[in-house]
């Protein structure tokens, strides 16, 4: 299990999270929602090792790793995407994959390999030699995820990531992002803003409002919430 527990982060005024405890359990994808600043991503920097919870602990599989830097967390298997992050412009895009797994110690021909596995799933593998700087905007954020699997990891924090993509580009990326769990061992905390998706994708949902866990249960349960309905998909639906 991955858990954060009893999570709070303050910048200067602003409690950006409050006592915050939520678990991605094994073979699980948890999605993460709430409006704009309601403290998703400090939340995934919490878990990920970018950001100090004060107070509050971060476990991965029993172990405290709360002071553990984010590069050690990486090792231990857990890796992220950033909201718009950039692929290498001058690498290919295959060797933008083969990335993490060198720094993760697999050599180089048998990485490539991997790089060209994870881009055949996500139907890209015509695109292994281009460069990263010439892709499109929705090609550039499914190469990010294969990048990111490209460590194998056991969980995998997503930052939003289907942010400006069209809706068939997402739909598409929900379907990949759910055969995650199954296909490479790996659960997923998810960040979106398009509810249908979450919904559709993820086990369970964890609902954050002004730095507070709102909610967190089944979509069914979190659908039916008069809180969450009230602070949040009601204002957006
Ligand atoms: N590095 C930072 N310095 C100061 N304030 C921050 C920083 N990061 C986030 N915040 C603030 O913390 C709150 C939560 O931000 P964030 O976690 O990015 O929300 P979300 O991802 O849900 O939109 C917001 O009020 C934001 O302005
Ligand atoms: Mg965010």
Redesign the pocket.
Same mark, same amino acid.
Request: no cysteine.
């Given at each position: 299990m991955l858990q954060a527990i009893g999570v709070s982060v303050r910048? *200067?005024g602003?409690a !950006?999270l409050t006592d915050v405890t939520v678990a991605v359990a094994p073979g699980e994808i948890v999605g993460l929602i =709430?409006?704009? *600043? !309601? =403290?998703?991503?400090? &939340?995934v920097n919490v878990m990920s090792g970018f950001q100090h919870p004060m107070p509050g602990q971060v476990f991965l599989n029993g172990r405290n790793v709360t002071r553990d830097k984010a590069h050690e967390r990486a090792i231990r298997g857990i890796s992220r995407t950033f909201q718009a992050a950039r692929l290498f412009a001058n690498l290919s895009v295959a060797q933008n994959i083969a990335v993490p797994a060198i720094a993760h110690g697999h050599p180089p021909a048998e990485s490539e390999r991997l790089a060209k596995d994870l881009l055949a799933w996500m139907e890209m593998a015509g695109l292994a030699d281009q460069k990263g700087g010439a892709l499109a905007y929705a090609e550039e954020r499914k190469v990010a995820i294969a990048r990111s699997l490209a460590a194998q990891p056991s969980y995998l924090l997503l930052d939003e990531p289907a942010a400006g993509m069209s809706e068939a580009d997402a739909n598409y990326l929900a379907e990949k992002i759910r055969e995650i769990p199954g296909r490479f061992g790996c659960s997923v905390l998810l960040?979106e803003h398009n509810i249908n998706m979450v919904m559709n994708v993820c086990d369970r949902v964890a609902v &954050?409002n002004f =730095?507070r866990l709102l909610a967190l249960g089944t979509p069914g349960e979190i659908l039916e919430n008069e809180a969450v309905v009230s602070a949040y998909l009601g204002e957006s639906e």
């Open positions: 910048f *200067g602003v !950006a =709430g409006p704009n *600043g !309601a =403290g998703k991503s400090t &939340l960040i &954050l =730095g």
